[in-house]
């Protein structure tokens, strides 16, 4: 069932590619910043601060500038969790994952290109060391905690050859709910390397 759904979505993606104005599509790397960590008199929590996010994104361009886009980045390597609440300490591996779903506004000036999002997402926390089973999804050895997360980004792009390009980007999260951390709000900065499908370029 899942293959049959994800087959569904690359042939959706691929068929709106096709009657695209221009589709951008890249991978890259980046880094996580928030606030230090904080404690009060019941609890501390961790920074959500660190570590290396590789990220896939895509833009879609149908209409005057205008279209939509996605993207997901994980933690490569899992990290240890460590905050108190009341008496209890907390120490496990967890892994952060963010993904988002925007609008987007886009433009593209011969060896230049920008775009500027926002849309809504989520952050997926999974935390390690947990056998957790299911009827209908099976075994995994984490717990996830999702919270919603408003997304708002911009990147500018330069084309070093043909219709490759290299892009610097920043992206502000507003996560709903983020118990586990000190702070509602997240910056991911990233260097990405991607193509760009463009008529006429």
């Avoid at 963010?98 to 997402?121: E, L, P, Q, W």
């Avoid at 992206?171 to 118990?179: F, K, L, P, W």
Wanted: charged share 10%; with cysteine.
């Amino acid at each position: 069932m899942s293959k049959l759904l994800v087959s569904l979505v690359v042939v959706f993606a691929l068929g709106l590619a096709a009657q695209a104005q221009e589709f951008h599509a890249a991978f890259g790397f980046g880094t996580v910043t928030a606030p230090s960590a904080s404690s009060n008199a019941n609890a501390s929590f961790p920074s959500l601060s660190g570590g290396l996010y590789p990220s896939f994104s895509g833009n879609v361009i149908l209409w005057h500038h205008i279209g939509f886009g996605g993207d997901v980045a994980w933690r490569a390597r899992q990290t240890i969790y460590s905050g108190t609440q009341g008496n209890f300490g907390i120490v496990q591996p967890y892994r952060p994952i963010f993904y988002d779903f925007n609008g987007v506004y886009s433009r593209t000036y011969k060896k230049f290109g920008g775009d500027v999002m926002a849309g809504i997402g989520g952050e997926d926390l999974r935390f390690y060391g947990v056998l957790n089973c299911g009827s209908f999804t099976g075994c995994t050895n984490y717990v996830s905690s999702n919270h919603f997360a408003g997304h708002f980004g911009a990147d500018v792009r330069y084309y070093f050859w043909g219709h490759a390009f290299i892009r610097p980007e920043a992206h502000y999260y507003v996560i709903r709910n983020n118990q586990e951390f000190n702070d509602a709000n997240a910056s991911r900065f990233a260097i990405s390397i991607g193509y760009s499908f463009l008529p006429g370029f």
